[in-house]
């Protein structure tokens, strides 16, 4: 695989405050051993989870077909994985605090931006026969009940239906995200941006 999209090196970016003091290479390390002995210091890390999950889901099959047609495909399938690898590595960063209710005015709960953008990427990687470039979250989820707008690009595997993985990948980010979080969301846009010619994992194959 080129050196340019290897997704380890990519994450590299998020060593030091964003990891709790831990580096990729020993997240990476920690993964290779089953988790085991469980680590606290990792375990309790917000960024370290995000980070556990973007490795995570770097070394399943999907990401493996990904891998051979950037290695073996054109200089643009190339840019597109250094790109969707650049995503995840800004995901992991905390970003804005999104607020929860609780009955008790005197407590203050929240989630992480980059929690909700970590748990939307993984929805819509899971629908099957797309894999999520970009998440953002658009408009002021600090405050409840303020409008916003989630905004997905995807990679499509050929031959299948764009308008109907797409609003297959709406429907599910849209109720995860009902489920999940209070966020008022008035609308989930899905673009998809680029069109794979190698066959990817569809929700009938399974």
Same mark, same amino acid.
């Given at each position: 695989? $080129?050196?340019?999209?290897? +997704?380890?090196?990519?994450?590299?970016? *998020?060593?030091?405050?964003?990891?709790?003091? #831990?580096?990729?290479?020993?997240?990476?390390?920690? %993964?290779?051993?089953?988790?085991?002995?469980?680590? =606290?210091?990792?375990?309790?890390? +917000? /960024?370290?989870?995000?980070?556990?999950?973007?490795?995570?889901?770097?070394?399943?099959?999907?990401?493996?077909?990904?891998?051979?047609?950037?290695?073996?495909?054109?200089? #643009?399938?190339?840019?597109?994985?250094?790109?969707?690898?650049?995503?995840?590595?800004?995901?992991?960063?905390?970003?804005?605090?999104? =607020?929860?209710?609780? =009955?008790? +005015?005197?407590?203050?709960?929240? %989630?992480?931006?980059?929690?909700?953008? @970590?748990?939307?990427? /993984?929805?819509?990687?899971?629908? /099957?026969?797309?894999?999520?470039?970009?998440?953002?979250?658009?408009?002021?989820?600090?405050?409840?009940?303020? +409008?916003? @707008?989630?905004?997905? @690009?995807?990679?499509?595997?050929?031959? $299948? $239906?764009?308008? !109907?993985?797409? !609003?297959?990948?709406?429907?599910?980010?849209?109720?995860? *995200?009902?489920?999940?979080?209070?966020? $008022?969301?008035?609308?989930?846009?899905? @673009?998809?941006?680029?069109? #794979?010619? !190698?066959?990817?994992?569809?929700?009938?194959?399974?």
């Amino acid at each position: 695989m $080129n050196d340019d999209v290897d +997704p380890e090196a990519t994450l590299d970016g *998020l060593d030091g405050a964003d990891l709790d003091g #831990h580096t990729i290479d020993e997240l990476s390390e920690y %993964l290779d051993r089953g988790r085991e002995p469980r680590d =606290p210091s990792i375990e309790d890390s +917000p /960024g370290c989870q995000l980070a556990l999950d973007a490795l995570l889901r770097l070394r399943t099959q999907t990401w493996a077909l990904l891998k051979s047609e950037a290695a073996t495909h054109s200089e #643009h399938d190339r840019s597109w994985m250094h790109a969707v690898l650049q995503n995840i590595s800004l995901e992991a960063h905390a970003g804005r605090d999104i =607020p929860l209710r609780h =009955p008790d +005015p005197e407590v203050r709960l929240h %989630l992480t931006e980059g929690s909700v953008r @970590t748990l939307i990427r /993984g929805v819509g990687d899971d629908v /099957g026969g797309a894999i999520i470039g970009r998440v953002r979250l658009d408009g002021d989820v600090t405050v409840l009940d303020a +409008p916003v @707008t989630v905004a997905i @690009t995807a990679s499509a595997a050929f031959g $299948n $239906n764009l308008e !109907q993985l797409s !609003q297959r990948i709406r429907d599910r980010v849209t109720a995860e *995200l009902a489920i999940h979080t209070e966020l $008022n969301v008035t609308a989930v846009d899905v @673009t998809i941006i680029d069109i #794979h010619t !190698q066959r990817l994992m569809r929700p009938e194959d399974s």
